[in-house]
């Protein structure tokens, strides 16, 4: 017969780490919010890497405004191209370049308004608009709604549909890396505990 002897002092300590790694302690909870930030930051730049490819291109840097966050009250975060709360980052000094020459009759004699004076210098990290017209596309767009002297058909912008796809892979690889770190740091704890 095979005998096993239990140590209860080593299973009572070990139930007591366990208590301390539970996320209901504020102390594990802030570990974890940190570990979740990380792995939503590791997977931003697969984000904005698909975003740019979903674009022609992006001299105002629109891919950028891709943001992640992280909860306060419940453990958990997501990656999102909605708009923040207030504006957030520096202004473009961005120009589109001019295609006539110095004196060649033709182009947009009318001066800009100032809502798209204000719109054509948001900085990278406030476009987030930008990637969603990209993403789910647009009706035809047509100039001289807010009052403006102009009118004319812009077009439609055919959607995408980028960001589902990437984000869901994106995701994927996030949560497996979330769940390595929060293994790595437990077995750290543990460790850390057994050999205190």
Do not use: C
Not at 57 to 79: C, E, F, H, Q
Not at 127 to 148: P, V
Request: aromatic share 4%; hydrophobic share 35%; net charge positive.
């Amino acid at each position: 017969m095979i005998g096993l002897e239990v140590n209860d002092a080593v299973i009572l300590e070990q139930h007591r780490v366990l208590e301390a790694a539970l996320s209901t302690n504020p102390k594990t909870q802030k570990a974890l919010q940190k570990l979740i930030q990380r792995a939503l930051k590791d997977i931003r730049p697969e984000m904005v890497t698909a975003a740019r490819n979903a674009m022609a291109s992006d001299p105002r840097g629109a891919a950028n405004g891709i943001r992640l966050t992280v909860y306060r009250k419940i453990l958990g975060g997501n990656i999102n191209i909605l708009n923040r709360r207030s504006k957030a980052g520096s202004a473009s000094n961005y120009e589109p370049p001019r295609k006539l020459q110095p004196g060649q009759r033709g182009g947009n004699r009318v001066p800009r308004g100032e809502r798209t004076n204000t719109v054509m210098h948001y900085g990278p990290i406030d476009r987030q608009w930008i990637l969603r017209f990209i993403n789910s596309g647009t009706k035809d767009r047509t100039a001289g709604t807010r009052g403006g002297r102009l009118s004319g058909n812009r077009g439609a912008i055919a959607p995408r549909n980028f960001f589902r796809g990437a984000g869901e892979r994106a995701l994927t690889k996030a949560a497996d890396n979330l769940a390595h770190m929060i293994d790595t740091e437990l077995e750290a704890m543990l460790n850390k505990k057994s050999t205190a």
